[in-house]
């Protein structure tokens, strides 16, 4: 079964800092990847996604993730937040070629100073 | 503009009580799930259907729980008895079970059980 790993829980930035959100796999297979991003009090809403091709992803918002399959990782960033940047993130991963089930990382809680 | 809709939105209910959540996946697609969110445990998923047909509810208490699609368009979890410990957002998600897999969230249903 695959798990995900995100190491930050919680991250403080000013606005215009740079972030960088990390996640780690564990699978054997070929997966696809994704970050969500959860608003306070909202549903969760997907920011990009991999699944072949071209490593380096933009998604909306002006977010971007590498993935980086010799190290597992697929890591979030920003050159400059803003304070509505602030949510919590979740990075997923499904197995591809699956009934799509999504294995969640347990969330990365992002707070922007204005 | 195409979503996920679950109802009720919040629910407020006594210990011992039943409740049945809904949700109308996106028109066509062919994967629902459902998840539980809770500060402690984070995103947990309880079950999910394909073509209609459960696939896996092992995240499901079953002696209480229960998660149905009656047809395409409706999908509903059940509990009952509720617990205190039942308290959580609730999420539904539908998907297509090709392609890139991502999947599309609806507004959860805030469970509070008293």
């Known amino acids: 079964a695959q798990s995900v790993s995100q190491h930050n829980h919680h991250v403080i930035l000013s606005e215009a800092a740079s972030l960088e959100l990390g996640c780690n796999y564990s699978?054997?297979?070929?997966?696809?990847l994704f970050w969500y991003v959860q608003y306070p009090g909202q549903h969760l809403q997907l920011l990009l996604k991999?699944?072949?091709?071209?490593?380096l992803v933009k998604g909306i918002k002006g977010f971007e993730a590498e993935f980086i399959k010799s190290k597992f990782s697929f890591n979030l960033r920003k050159p400059s937040v803003q304070w509505s940047d602030t949510a919590e993130y979740f990075c997923?991963?499904?197995?591809?070629?699956?009934?799509?089930?999504?294995?969640f990382g347990s969330g990365t809680q992002l707070t922007v100073l204005p | 503009d195409a979503r996920v809709t679950q109802t009720p939105r919040h629910k407020v209910t006594e210990m011992g009580q039943e409740v049945t959540m809904r949700c109308q996946p996106i028109l066509g697609h062919n994967t629902v799930f459902w998840y539980r969110q809770t500060m402690m445990q984070g995103l947990e998923l309880l079950a999910y259907?394909?073509?209609?047909?459960?696939?896996?509810d092992s995240g499901m208490p079953k002696d209480r729980f229960s998660a149905e699609m009656p047809d395409a368009t409706l999908a509903t979890l059940k509990i009952q008895p509720s617990e205190p410990r039942d308290s959580a957002v609730y999420f539904c998600?539908?998907?297509?079970?090709?392609?890139?897999?991502?999947?599309?969230f609806g507004p959860g249903t805030r469970l509070t059980v008293t």
């Open positions: 991999y699944f072949s091709g071209d490593p």
């Open positions: 259907f394909r073509n209609r047909a459960p696939l896996d």
């Open positions: 699978y054997g297979g070929t997966v696809n």
């Open positions: 998600a539908s998907g297509f079970d090709t392609g890139t897999g991502e999947q599309y």
């Open positions: 997923a991963v499904s197995p591809s070629g699956s009934a799509r089930q999504l294995t």
